[in-house]
Nanobody, 115 residues
C-alpha cells in the first residue's frame, strides 16, 4: 500500500511563502506525473501545477510566476514552492502521483492566506 504524506501547510500573511512537500511511503515505479491540486469547499478540485516524467511542467494561470513545482524521483517526493501568496490561494492542497497504472492522493493540507 502506498501512502502520500503531505506537510508544509499553514497560515501566512498575503505576500508570504510556503513550501509544500509530498512523499510516498514507498518507491513508486513508473511515475508518469506528479501534481498539486487545490479545493475550496463548494468548488471543484483544481489542478494547480503538474510535472511529467519528460520534464514538462504546467501551471494554472493564476499561479504562474509565483508557484514552482519540483520533484525528487529518487525519494518519490514532489514539492510546491509558493511565493507571493494571495488570499485567493486559500484552499486545501492535495498532491497526486500517477504511475502508468494507478494514481495516489495525499491527505490534503490547509493553506490559509490572510490579508
Amino acid at each position: 500500500q502506498v501512502q502520500l504524506v503531505q506537510s508544509g501547510g499553514g497560515l501566512v500573511w498575503a505576500g508570504g511563502s510556503l513550501r509544500l512537500s509530498c512523499a510516498a511511503s514507498r518507491y513508486i515505479f513508473g511515475i508518469k506525473t506528479m501534481a498539486w491540486y487545490r479545493q475550496v469547499p463548494g468548488n471543484e478540485r483544481e489542478l494547480v501545477a503538474a510535472t511529467a516524467s519528460g520534464g514538462v511542467t504546467t501551471y494554472v494561470d493564476s499561479v504562474k510566476g509565483r508557484f514552482t513545482i519540483s520533484r525528487d524521483n529518487a525519494k518519490n517526493t514532489v514539492y510546491l514552492q509558493m511565493n507571493n501568496l494571495k488570499p485567493e490561494d486559500t484552499a486545501v492542497y492535495y498532491c497526486k502521483i500517477e504511475s502508468w497504472d494507478v494514481g495516489f492522493w495525499g491527505q490534503g493540507t490547509q493553506v490559509t492566506v490572510s490579508s
